[in-house]
């Protein structure tokens, strides 16, 4: 049943190749949304069927086939579903049905909307593979499938010359990630001679001592890895031009599932990361990095897209820290709400410009609250969300991320974090209120089109509004209803669900951190996070509400404009890596390729056509002159033997 | 030179020039008087006398056909080739005399050149290389009813010859042997032919006979009517002599054979072991006067009949001959 | 009193034989004379077979003539076949008028 | 005597192996070759192979032999032109090789091979050779001789192919022959291995 999961969107995608364009806009759309939501309905299965069985059991494992083996070294097509994988396997497959459904009336007049629905059941396959693979390697299939599902959707509109280098840009980005990712995999075969998560997470504290260079090295490879494909810094890049594929692929790619894999690659091998503590203070390092410095980013966008997308990559750092603090649950539980807001804010978007046909300016928006009241509606509901004002989904995870990181000692991180909270709720704040509040500052063109959009976008829009309000509440502790309402309790319900995973209370790095926080510590902490975010809110409104311009712009326009352009980063990697990798391969094409590849074959090919013109002669067609050199090899041949 | 006369090896080659002397001899009489026995007896079964003027009941017939050949002239065609011409007689009776030297014409040594222990094999490769005098004979006439009756007889005789071998191998079966002495040995009790496959491959075996010496009605390679005289259109003299003298020296190697292998050879009551050559002989004799009279009883078949017969009928019904023969064998060796 | 003839004079016989058909694959144009240089080649080698067999003790040499055998008598048929249906075509049976093997 | 009837046997095919590659005749050429065809069957009466001597005249002499007459004569093929200079030069050339051949051949006997007074134990035992030969071919060698049906059964068929050329009711004779010659040259093979 577990092969099952990955298995129906990939038929989907036979079917769908098999019968192309007889099966119709609507078959089609059938076709992929009901493959998708039987995924759904059997990860449902599965995870209650998981639930019955006793904590320490809760494993499910189907084995497809043997794939290879080599010696002792064996690898099976083999499919795990545990707690951690059933938390991604839901919101792999619940938020993914939704966007499915979304794309039906989004896409409902794309030319191309059959290739767009297989590309989405195929990332759907190789996300699920990824996410239930029982080792390293079907992982690194479902990681590559999804690297290249994405290259197929950024570029989906290929026609258009931003798209297709947006695609290339990521593929090739995230082709260094997977480079880290598979130095990571040979590095921890190499040691334990398994590629077997259990495996290797066995042999690991035995063939591993904490700290050593080895394992350390591993998981920093591993971590290049998900950087790559989680897009955090250094390599987080291409997820802002990823805006320029579809918004519901931007809404299922960069916002549920696929930068997720990253955050969900260092939970799952938490304990090879607990065992590198140099790693793990990188990941939170770089995690707490990219949440500020993705957010300060985010304020200066007038792309309503670019802005959920610099979001985004910001609300990855918060899951990153969240794991390198230890508290990998809480990354896992911020995961899992952000998939509900995020992919809740790109599709609000998307209805917006789908509204604005096609318009992604925010500063030709505005004004669109009574125009559009049930996007404008969801869309507050998602802000209030990642703003993390309670009781709201946002809130949760983020107190719990922040929380841990203050608990463990991470001050700096801490700070990071609260700052970039800050800014978190300012950015959305100012998305809303640019967008949905003020005066409108549609062209007449627009103004002429506008139209809220069709129920089969919004209902999905409204499911996930309702998750972006209630998600955050399995984190609470409902079976001790008598008890402190904390969040940071050990038995808050996701986490004693995730316990057999990452261990009671968090993995061994955590433990020592996290659950010794005074009543009243907790509180403040409480407390504080929320006072951010009313401040970036109230800042937002008093910059936004009523101005039509732009206010920082004015006041601190050298700010504004490095903002604005991203801190020069893209034209940093530009200079530093692409100009002269491109430059070398100039060089090579010009005299490598063209001189010395093509001249060897060229000359190989003359010498060819030489020695056949001389050789011609001798092909006369008679047998008789045949079998007389026949004859004449012979004798050579025994006087060979004569002489020797 | 008496011990040369003890040498066991020249006392062997000598014993066998005398026994080979002896049977060429007796053959070349055989055969004259058996054209002399053709004539009288188809004469009478066409309700005439036959020769009766040469010597008394025309007994010196014979005779006087050889010598009346002998004196013929000797007639070469123009464009013939000469030494094939030349050859071709020659090849027609050598095969069928090279036969008499495995047939056992009586238990002792005496009475038979050799045993070899492939005689049958012998008698089998002889009679396939019988086909090149008709051929090269045919050929070399540069005479194309000649040569048409060349091809047709080695066709006529290429077929015959795979169902002739196959009717033997039933025999070689039951006797476990290819030895044509240990064959009639084995028939001491119970001959052949009285066995029900031993009786079908007898049959096969005279009808396969008939085709391979040329006789009718099987004669087409010589059917007058349609190719003058067939092969030996152009031949005169002793060189046509010599084509009658092989077709008659095959009839009776042949039939030698077929005594041999289905009717028990020497084998037969009364007589002591000293005189059961007699018995052979009197089974010869019954074989020739078959050959005489199906020859003067049925009409010459046509070319497709020939081969349709041949190939559709004698072969397929050989091979399943051998194919019973052999289960039961090997159910009888199982017990 | 029979004496064996040494086995080197039967291969020495053979090896001759052998040559002689070389020559005629060589020398010769007719493309029937030519198959009948190839059976001297065939039966060259099957008198070694059958002296080895006698010198070595074993039948194997005698079983593999027969295969020999067979594989010549599939030659003959089809290679005359062909000679047959080249004759046909181009009206000689010489090889060296006939270069059908010149692409 | 056997050193003289090797001789004689020895001698001829020698003779005849010359002759049918310098006879400008080839039916010539094919009589010479069924006479050293002969002459090889009284080699292996010598080697003590009666079956194989036997097999040898039956299915070389009298089959195939007679295939290659039949195809002569319906060639109607007379004597061989064998003129002109490239003629000559191929001729000269075959000759030089085949020499150079048989030196090379007689060296390396000479080298390797000493003349060794080389008789096995008498292989054939009572019933003649033919039984121990039918007990190889039908055990140790059961397989290749199944094959060989095969390979007779592919041949037959490709003859009959070949020759029937493209046109119906082309000359229906010769594939009828061809078929009857293949058919004989397989016979003697089963003949002899189920006696």
Known sequence: MLALIPALPLAAVAVNLILGDRLGRRGTAFLACGAVFASFVLAALSVIHLASLPPGARTMVADVYTWMRVGDFKVDVAFLLDPLSSVMVLVVTGVGFLIHLYSVGYMAHDASFRRFFLYLNLFMFAMLTLVLAKNFLVMFVGWEGVGLCSYLLIGFWMDRPSAARAGMKAFVVNRIGDFGFLLGMLTLFAWTGSLDYERVFAAAPIVFHPGTLAITFATLALLLGATGKSAQIPLYTWLPDAMEGPTPVSALIHAATMVTAGVYMVARCHILFTMAPFSLETVAVIGAATALFAATIGVAQNDIKRVLAYSTVSQLGYMFFACGVGAFGAGIFHLMTHAFFKALLFLGAGSVIHALSGEQDMRKMGGLASRLPWTHGVMLVACVAIAGIPPFAGFFSKDEILSAAFASGHYGVWVAGLLGAVLTAFYMFRLYFLTFRGSSRLTHEAEHHLHESPAVMVAPLVVLAALSVVGGFVGLPFQEGGRRLTTLEGGAALERWLAPVFGEGGAAGASHAVPHLSFTTEWALIAVSVAAAAFGIAMASRAYAKAAGEPIAEKAPRLYGLLEHKYWIDELYDTIAVRPIRALGDVLWRFWDEKIVDGTVNGVAYVVEWASAVLRVFQTGFVGTYALFLTLGVAALIAHYLVR | MAAFWHDPNVRMVFWALVKILVILQAMLGVVSYMIYAERKIAGHMQARVGPNRVGPLGLFQPIADVAKLFFKEEFIPDGANKVIFHIAPMLAVIPALIVFSVVPFGPQDALRVTDLNVGLLLFLAMSSIGVYAIVLGGWSSNNKYALLGGLRSSAQMISYELPMGLSCIPVILLAGSLSLVEIVRMQEHWWFVATPFGLLAFAIFMITALAETNRAPFDLPEAEAELVAGFHTEYSSMKFGLFFLGEFANVISISCIAVTLFLGGWNGPWLPDAFKFVWFFLKLAALLFFFIWVRWTYPRLRYDQLMNLGWKVLLPLALANVLVTAIVVWWRAQG | ?103 | MTLALFAAFAALLVGCSLMVILHRNPVASALFLVLAFCSLAGLYLLLHAEFVAMVQVIVYAGAIMVLFLFVIMYLNLRHDVEQGIAVAVRRGAGWILGILLLAETVAFFKGRWAEGPVSAPDLAPVAGNTQAIGQVLYTRYLFPFEITSVLLLVAMVGAVVIAKGRGPGLHPAAPAADAAADAKAAAPDHAGGEA
């Open chain 3, 1 to 103: 009193m029979m004496h064996d003839i040494p086995l080197a004079w039967m291969l020495a016989l053979s090896a001759t034989v052998f040559v002689i058909g070389v020559v005629g694959v060589l020398v010769r144009r007719n493309a029937l004379v030519i198959f009948m240089s190839i059976e001297l080649m065939l039966n060259a080698g099957n008198l070694a077979f059958v002296a080895f067999s006698r010198a070595l003790g074993s039948l194997d040499g005698q079983v593999f003539v027969f295969f020999v055998m067979t594989v010549a008598a599939a030659e003959v048929a089809v290679g005359l076949a062909i000679i047959v249906n080249v004759f046909r075509l181009k009206e000689t049976i010489y090889v060296d008028e006939i270069n059908l093997l010149k692409g």
